[in-house]
């Protein structure tokens, strides 16, 4: 397939980009038509639609299994980004820049939100799919309010953000005795997004 015709294959569609971001971003993760839709907030018809184009240029491995539903098993289609294609790392690259460009609405609610003493963004948002964790907030805040402002990101990102609020005492502690999740997580790649500390 020439470049130029696979490119618009991939991004040609908003819905197919939406689908290719929510792969990419979990490889090696893979997940059913339904499952995309539920996650991608889309029709399971325009996913179904779409898949076949992605397998298509190579970018989507497909792969039929058996699944138990209502107690009959039939197959099912599931889908995964595909590793091996030639341009996963700079289609990967190019999503985790993106979204570094849809941080400034993010960052802007955090630091309002009283109570909030520090935040890292790690994991999926350094293009570190195996993370543990994709946000390290450390205070106390308003779980609602919290929570409805990583929801609303979510949605803008496509794909569901790993999250660990910690209370400024807890945080104090761990990097005291040297904690390996915490020093881990502070040494590794990160994007500070508030630093409040008193």
């Known amino acids: 397939m020439k470049i130029f015709s696979m490119l618009t294959k991939l991004f040609s569609s908003p819905v197919r980009v939406k689908i290719l971001k929510f792969l990419v971003m ?10 995309i839709a539920a996650k991608t907030k889309s029709v399971v018809r325009s996913v ?47 999503f985790v820049k993106l979204q570094i ?15 909030l003493n520090y935040g890292v963004l790690t994991g999926r948002f350094v293009g570190d799919s195996g993370g543990e964790v994709d946000l390290l907030l450390v205070g106390r805040a308003d779980n609602k309010r919290l929570e409805k402002i990583i929801t609303d990101f979510e949605h803008t990102l496509g794909w569901e953000i790993n999250w ?19 020093t881990a997580l502070l040494d590794g790649p990160k994007i500070e997004i508030m630093r409040k500390f008193v």
């Open 101 to 115: 460009l849809d941080l400034d609405g993010f960052k802007g609610k955090m630091q309002n939100l009283s109570g």
């Open 26 to 35: 979990h490889a090696p993760a893979e997940f059913s038509a339904a499952d």
């Open 164 to 182: 660990v609020l910690m209370e400024l005492e807890e945080y104090d502690y761990r990097q005291k005795i040297g904690d390996m999740f915490l």
């Open 48 to 94: 179904n639609k779409e898949m076949g184009k992605l397998v298509e240029t190579g970018a989507v491995a497909e792969e039929t299994k058996p699944e138990t539903l209502h107690h009959k098993t039939m197959p099912v289609k599931h889908y995964r980004a595909n590793q091996d294609f030639i341009l996963f790392n700079e289609i990967k690259n190019l």
